[in-house]
C-alpha cells in the first residue's frame, strides 16, 4: 500500500527556534497533503491544507506565518514551526491522497512528536 | 462541514463482533463516510469508506443506513490489536477532500 513518512519522528528543541517536518509520499505523487496537530487525549485538529506549486490553505485560527508550510513536489511538503515555544509542543501529522483521487483513502505518516523547552 | 456524532468509548470481548455506530443526519449527497483508526503514539490509519451502498474489505465492513444518516462499522471477529480510537468523518468530494476529525470512539478489547 501507499506510504507516508515523516521525518524526524521525534525532535526537541529549545524555546525560540525554528523546527522544520518532512511528509514524503514514498511511493505516490500527491497534490494535495494535509497537516493536523493532535495535544494529549485529544482529536486531530487540521491546521492547514498543503497544495504542490501553490500557497497552503489555512484552517481559521491557524497562523501562517507561525506555521509555515512548503510543498515543492509531489512527493514533499514541509513544515516549519517558527519561533517555537512550549505551547507548541505537539504530536505533528500529516497524510496525502493519490493525486486525483479526492475521494479516496488518505494515508497517514506515523507522526513527528515536538517538544520545546 | 458536515458533523459526525460517536458513542465516546465502548467496550468487546476479543473474538465478537464490535458495532461502531455513527450519526451524520446533516450529511450531504456527495458526502462520502470514511471510518480510520489510531493506536496510541501512531498516526491513523485508513480502515474503509463509501458512499451509499454497504462496502466489504479485510478489514472491516461499512453497513450505510438506506437515508444514510447513520454508519454502523462492523469489526467481524476482534482481537486486542483492534483496541484503537475509531474516528467516522465525513469527506466533501467538493472540498478538497480534507478531513475533519471528530472525537471518535475509544474501543476496548477485552480478553
Known sequence: GAVV???????????GTSVK???????FQATTMFWYRQFPKQSLML??????GSK????????KDKFLIN??????????????????????ICSARISGQVTGELFFGEGSRLTVL | DAKTTQPN?????????????CNHSTISGTDY???YRQLPSQGPEYVIHGLTSNVNNRMASLAIAEDRKSST??????TLRDAAVYYCILARSSNTGKLIFGQGTTLQVKP
Open chain 1, 5 to 15: 513518512s515523516q521525518h524526524p519522528s521525534w525532535v526537541i528543541c529549545k524555546s
Open chain 1, 21 to 27: 517536518i518532512e511528509c514524503r509520499s514514498l511511493d
Open chain 1, 47 to 52: 491546521m492547514a491544507t498543503s497544495n504542490e
Open chain 1, 56 to 63: 497552503a490553505t489555512y484552517e481559521q485560527g491557524v497562523e
Open chain 1, 71 to 92: 510543498h515543492a513536489s509531489l512527493t514533499l511538503s514541509t513544515l516549519t514551526v517558527t519561533s517555537a515555544h512550549p505551547e507548541d509542543s505537539s504530536f505533528y
Open chain 2, 9 to 21: 468509548s465502548m467496550e468487546s470481548n476479543e473474538e465478537e463482533p464490535v458495532h461502531l455506530p
Open chain 2, 33 to 35: 463516510i470514511h471510518w
Open chain 2, 73 to 78: 462499522l462492523i469489526l467481524h471477529r476482534a
